[in-house]
């Protein structure tokens, strides 16, 4: 994405992220922040008021412009940076970009070849469209917190802003396909991504199961996913994850094991699935018997996905990360930053860590000569 320009005007995590990734990749992308910057500056611990540690990895290699676009100087800017932009993307509610004079069909008439993404809460074509959104409420009403409910007792959120990153991510795939158009057809498009609609999907992928057909053949969840059980064993000295799944695994672990609960209507996987919450059950008291270590080096040996319990913390030391260099390290004006670095790998255009993220600003004064050197 070397030669991308992307105007980012979204803010918290969803559109950052998506940006953060293109940025990595090599586009430059060109955060436009008001005077008093993206919130996210100031929401998590960091070396600074306005880079909290939230703000700084997802916008990373960004370079940080700010424009009062309440203003006839700051839309003009805009303006101009959009008439040489690949992409324009944004995470306001379309009544608000429509007043500032940059819906689609302005941004368009500026630039007709611009992928311009709408990165929303609700999609503006329902009626929920003019309704705030956050990772908690959408958790709420894409029915994930109703499976926690089911799988532990209780309506909880699960522990990651799930929703903001898998709709940032839906928002990444979703240009980068409109970008791969324009490079076929040389039209550009546009885009709209909403939260909630990306978690139902994400959601409904299993748990619509049976509810999928007509007449429905079962209630919309998938009952591996929700059982109670359904959780790390405790070992004699700790928990271990393990996942006895295919027939093969578990043919092996019954050989392995021997535990006296073995019965006949257990040797398919579609036996046990009818009875997945008591296999669980009865593997939670064979697997105390066991050391954590026991079990894991039982278990790999036998072939079977099996996983000690880490903090997010022992991944910044974690063997395998590391030996694939996960973690990259950018000198900032604050010290070296350690960055979970691209997940992803290519053989010839392969994403790196650009640079640290911009302060507030900070590349105000380049851009703007970038302009009037264009203007001028």
């Not at 709709?167 to 158009?181: E, Q, R, S």
């Not at 296999?279 to 954590?292: A, C, D, N, S």
């Not at 270590?293 to 880490?310: D, F, K, M, N, Y």
Request: net charge negative.
């Amino acid at each position: 994405m070397a030669s991308v320009r992307v105007i980012d005007l979204t803010a918290m995590v969803m559109g950052p992220y998506c940006t953060q990734i293109m940025a990595d990749m090599g586009a430059d992308v060109i955060k436009i922040e008001p005077p008093d910057g993206d919130g996210t500056r100031y929401i998590s611990v960091g070396p600074s008021p306005t880079m909290g540690g939230v703000f700084a990895n997802v916008n990373r290699g960004k370079r940080s412009v700010i424009l009062n676009l309440q203003t006839d100087e700051g839309k003009a800017t805009l303006k101009t940076l959009i008439e040489g932009a690949d992409v324009f993307i944004h995470s306001m509610r379309s009544k608000a970009i429509a007043k500032l004079g940059f819906d689609y069909a302005a941004v368009a008439a500026m630039n007709p070849k611009i992928v311009y993404t709408n990165a929303y809460g609700y999609s503006r074509r329902g009626p929920s469209r003019d309704l705030p959104a956050y990772d908690d409420t959408i958790q709420a009403e894409c029915g994930l917190t109703a499976v926690q409910q089911m799988l532990t007792g209780e309506a909880n959120y699960v522990g990651t802003i799930a929703a903001d990153k898998v709709a940032g991510l839906t928002v990444l795939y979703a240009t980068t396909m409109a970008l791969f158009h324009r490079e076929r057809s040389g039209q550009g498009q546009e885009v709209e991504v909403g939260m909630f609609e990306t978690m139902a999907s994400f959601m409904l992928a299993e748990h619509a199961n049976g509810a999928m057909f007509t007449p429905p053949l079962s209630e919309a969840f998938y009952p591996r996913a929700v059982s109670p059980n359904r959780k790390p064993y405790k070992t004699k000295d700790g928990h271990v994850s393990a996942l006895i799944y295919n027939d093969k695994m578990w043919a092996k672990f019954v050989e392995a094991v021997k535990p006296a609960w073995v019965e006949p209507g257990m040797e398919t996987l579609q036996l046990r699935a009818k009875q997945i919450g008591r296999i669980y059950g009865l593997l939670t008291e064979t697997f105390k018997e066991r050391t954590t270590q026991e079990w894991l080096t039982l278990l790999e040996s036998l072939g079977i996905p099996a996983a000690p319990l880490r903090t997010p913390g022992e991944l910044f030391n974690n063997e395998h990360l590391n030996e694939i260099g996960f973690f990259e390290t950018v000198d900032s004006c604050y010290g070296p930053v350690k960055f979970p670095g691209v997940p992803t790998w290519f053989s010839h255009t392969p994403g790196r860590v650009h640079g640290a993220a911009p302060e507030l600003g900070e590349h105000t004064e380049e851009v703007l000569a970038e302009c009037r050197r264009k203007t001028g």
